[in-house]
């Protein structure tokens, strides 16, 4: 299986009932948190702070914040840990195991998760925290129920899909290649000889994730180019899946 192939992708990755197990207490892999931090800051920016985990089960979870520059005007936020273990990929994709995610959010995004964050009400916590919470479920989703997460793949929130917050249509994760400018960007590669994948998560509506399954993957992202939809997280923005896309366009942000 070609990387290209797995852009087609339609696959929409549902719940299912994660494996009987105990508590598997993780500990962290310096060396992947290592490269993976480094290489984030040679093509990104140095991280701003950390919202570490202190007891982890499966894999030790952490999530980075790059803040905003002028290359990059948005927090840039990434995993460390879900390349930990290795995903259950399909038959001909072998190669495809290792991954870490990452996402943009403007450069307003409330990213100190403190104890004076904790006092607001819940609703607002959720209306700053939900991209994060996307992370780290779909960071452990592949190892707790044994599947495989990659391009092209669709998970929604719950069945039917949720808005992620009150203040927003999104109820889906979309994961894409990384983009970013750089062609050597999208995968990390450790002393140990695991290759680490980057994928960018970009959220979406359950109507789009519907459109998605009955077009395609490009043919969703052809929309989104037509109706001006970036690739930084905006909660307000509307589903525009009531819309047909009138022409494929060569690329969308360098991609596809």
Request: charged residues 25%; negative net charge.
């Amino acid at each position: 299986m070609a990387r290209d192939d797995l852009h087609e992708s339609a696959d929409i990755v549902r719940h299912k009932k994660p494996k009987e197990r105990g508590f598997e207490l993780a500990h962290g892999d310096e060396a992947l948190i290592n490269a993976v931090t480094e290489h984030f800051t040679r093509h990104i920016g140095e991280p701003e702070h950390v919202y570490h985990e202190m007891v982890s089960d499966l894999i030790h979870l952490d999530v980075h914040f790059i803040p905003p520059s002028n290359e990059h005007p948005y927090y840039t936020a990434f995993t460390t840990g879900m390349a930990e273990r290795a995903m259950q990929a399909p038959e001909g994709a072998e190669e495809f195991t290792h991954a870490e995610l990452m996402i943009k959010l403007p450069e307003t995004w409330r990213t100190d998760f403190t104890d004076e964050f904790l006092e607001l009400p819940e609703a607002e916590q959720q209306r700053h925290f939900w991209p994060i919470g996307v992370m780290k479920t779909l960071a452990r989703f592949p190892h707790e129920y044994q599947t495989w997460l990659y391009s092209g793949h669709t998970v929604p929130n719950g069945d039917p899909p949720a808005p992620f917050a009150d203040d927003t249509q999104m109820a889906c994760a979309l994961l894409t290649p990384p983009m970013i400018e750089s062609e050597d960007f999208g995968t990390v590669e450790l002393a140990d000889g695991r290759r680490v994948f980057i994928l960018q998560l970009l959220p979406i509506g359950a109507g789009e994730t519907e459109y998605k399954l009955r077009n395609g993957v490009e043919t969703l992202i052809d929309l989104f180019q037509e109706q001006g939809v970036g690739d930084v997280v905006d909660p307000g923005r509307p589903d525009v899946s009531g819309l047909r896309a009138r022409r494929r366009r060569k690329k969308f942000l360098g991609l596809f």
